[in-house]
């Protein structure tokens, strides 16, 4: 018989960091301790402790399941089990990054994000850009557009 796997132990009252990847503004209400947690923005953080994050992923799975919320500390992620709500969530520095890639892999990438959240980041991210000024090549704004089935114009 195979031996069971043990949950690792840590500290509830240890304080983490929890960053939004969430475009616009997120409000958390701990129903514990009634503390409230506003995320303004993407990238946006605040600190929680584990079990005001334990408390958080059971009661609103959807604030990770969607990526609204990430965990940068590998140990409290895994004592949560949060990759069971799958991929990771892109951000604006990745998008930084990947839209500086060769229109084709901009385009491959764009179509296979699992993710919605980063479906709706990569979109919100390219449009700001194009719309200021910052996102001029005209093959890499058609791959961003392929790739999310999205015009960037705003006016189109």
Known sequence: MAARKTKPTI????FVDVFSNFDGVLNYECPKTKESFIFHEIEAS????VAQLKTLVTQKPRFFKD????????????????EKFGSKVLNKNDFQEL???KPDKIEEILINLE???SRQNAFAFAQDEYVNGRLRDHFVIKAIEKGLGKQLDPNS
């Open 115 to 117: 993710n919605e959240s």
């Open 67 to 82: 990526g609204w919320l990430t965990i940068k500390d590998e140990e409290v992620s895994n004592y949560l089990r949060l």
């Open 46 to 49: 605040d600190t929680m402790t």
């Open 11 to 14: 500290d509830l009252n240890m």
């Open 99 to 101: 839209f500086t890639e």
